[in-house]
């Protein structure tokens, strides 16, 4: 593994830096007050690839290798501390790339462009109201009929229900394979007949909407199905996979900003006629922070790396490293992210708990990382038992 970028990846990043510096901060506050991200800033994402950038470029994306598409989720955690940013990224990076790996021809020439244009949002339907990651007692089914799938249940806790119904789009939804073994992995457009959604209000990351859909003989064409029949689960693995990898990157970024807001902070502020940030109190904070945060980032794109040699090229043989490597990563780092900003709101006392330090912003965004976004920490934490001491250890069935 090299770990100096190349000319190429240090000039994506700095391009990418740049958007998140005159785009994604001066309306950070804007996506979280309107519940919205505006147009104008999903059109610049289109314009530098940032819109399921893993997608090859005769679909519409950039051919982003894995390493490169964390970069860039590190720039938009940092950009939009809200967090709203950088979830739409991640579903339409994550999602958009296992479209486009095992979706038919047709589905991704139909969908995909709209995608990478920021013309139609692309996400994930796997959790329902019953359980998120207790696949036992999921109830939506996907019945075959002629050439098409019939579809009944509901799902809940997506991301983006609203957006899909603006812009047009929809989410891989899994499902019962009906009258078969399995599950089956389908693209469903939110605009489908028979469909209805509910929005549900957040306590952060308002700029991106979360919510459920309810399937009710809901139709889409078998072209939808990605792979095949009854063999959707493990799709959606791979795709968790590249998705989790993301979202640590995010709190990297977010983590970073905070870091970068304190430091600022304790420099100027001054207490008992000296700066803050020369009492060993704060000092030994930021370091143990720093290097929490190092650790992590690189641990980060270790994980985007594993994704390029092995995932990617479909080398199933690595299997057990990439999922120890993407778990530890999704459990530490909305962690310390999250302990992060947290942290720096208390060196500005009274301050740091207004909107005005702009501290708190992050923490409400980092929070829906820790309590089950692309998978919760205790989910992290039976994949790791499970790599570590075998599938017999596993408190399920």
């Not at 290798?65 to 590190?74: F, H, N, P, R």
Request: proline share 3%.
């Amino acid at each position: 593994m090299e770990f100096r970028l190349s000319d190429d990846e240090l000039a994506f990043q700095t391009a990418v830096r740049k958007f998140g510096d005159t785009v994604l901060r001066p309306n950070e506050r804007t996506i979280d007050a309107e519940g919205r991200i505006p147009a104008s800033v999903l059109s610049e994402m289109a314009h530098l690839g940032l819109l399921a950038p893993m997608v090859p470029t005769e679909y519409g994306g950039i051919g982003a290798s894995a390493v490169l598409t964390e970069i860039a989720a590190e720039e938009i955690g940092r950009g939009d501390f809200s967090m709203a940013t950088a979830v739409f990224y991640l579903l339409e990076a994550g999602w958009g790339f296992l479209l486009s790996r095992y979706g038919t021809e047709a589905a991704k020439r139909e969908i995909l462009p709209a995608v990478c244009r920021g013309e139609a949002f692309l996400g994930i339907a796997s959790t329902e109201p019953g359980g998120g990651s207790d696949l036992a007692n999921m109830v939506t089914r996907s019945r075959r009929d002629g050439e098409s799938y019939v579809l009944n249940g509901e799902k809940a806790f997506l991301s983006g229900v609203e957006e899909a119904k603006a812009l047009g789009g929809g989410h891989l939804t899994l499902a019962r394979n009906e009258g078969g073994e399995g599950f089956n992995f389908i693209y469903v457009p939110t605009r489908s007949t028979g469909i209805s959604t509910q929005k549900f209000v957040n306590m952060g990351r308002m700029g991106i909407s979360t919510g459920a859909i309810t399937y009710h003989d809901v139709r889409v064409p078998v072209s939808y199905r990605l792979g095949e029949e009854g063999k959707g689960f493990h799709l959606a693995l791979e795709g968790f996979r590249v998705a989790r990898t993301f979202v640590s990157a995010a709190c990297v970024g977010a983590a970073e900003r905070a870091l970068e807001i304190g430091m600022s902070y304790v420099k100027q502020r001054q207490v008992f006629g000296q700066p803050l940030g020369k009492f060993e109190g704060i000092q030994f904070e930021l370091a143990d922070l720093y290097a929490q945060v190092e650790s992590v980032k690189w641990q980060c794109r270790r994980a985007a790396w594993l994704l390029d040699e092995y995932t990617l090229q479909g080398d199933t043989s690595h299997r057990s490293e990439v999922d120890r490597t993407v778990a530890a990563v999704k459990l530490v780092a909305p962690q310390v992210a999250f302990d992060t900003v947290r942290k720096v709101m208390m060196w500005h006392g009274a301050s740091g708990y207004t909107k005005d330090v702009g501290l708190e912003i992050g923490l409400r965004g980092i929070m829906s990382y820790l309590v089950g976004a692309e998978g919760g920490l205790n989910i992290m934490r039976i994949i790791l038992g499970r790599e570590l001491l075998g599938p017999e250890f596993v408190p399920y069935k």
